[in-house]
């Protein structure tokens, strides 16, 4: 009767040891999958800051002249094959280029500035499912 018992005690020690390593496996890839997870995000946060200073260069060096369509509506990047940033750009002010622009009133005149440009920046990731967004005010 005792050898029995022993070899059930056996059984139950290696089902426990076992069932322990199990979690503690299944523990470790989750916090390494969570970690990785930050890090694209993260990133992604970032890449939406960039792509909004970006659109503010890319706008400072292009000429808008009233009457000639002469806007950028659209900016597109694709970064790393990993990340693609899609940037809108409306426009606010008085005596904006044609209605080929992205318009949102054009009846606005400050003292400051005749031109504002609300920039939406959008940022997603190809390999996990991450979508930042990020909305801009800018005057030129």
Known sequence: MRK??????????????AT???????????????????????QA??????GAEYAILALTAHNIVPGTGNC??????????MF???????????GLPDPGCNI????????DSSVTVLMDVIVTSRTEPIRIHRRTLQKL
């Open 20 to 42: 322990i390593g199990a979690l503690a496996l299944s523990f470790s890839t989750q916090t390494s999958k969570q970690t990785g997870d930050i890090y694209l995000r993260t």
């Open 72 to 81: 950028i509506n659209n900016i597109n990047i694709e970064h790393n094959n």
């Open 104 to 111: 949102l009133d054009n009846f606005i005149n400050t003292i």
């Open 45 to 50: 946060e970032l890449l939406a800051i960039s």
């Open 4 to 17: 029995g018992f022993g070899l059930i005690m056996a059984i139950a020690f290696i089902v426990l040891v």
């Open 84 to 94: 693609d940033i899609a940037i809108t750009l409306q426009y606010i002010g008085s």
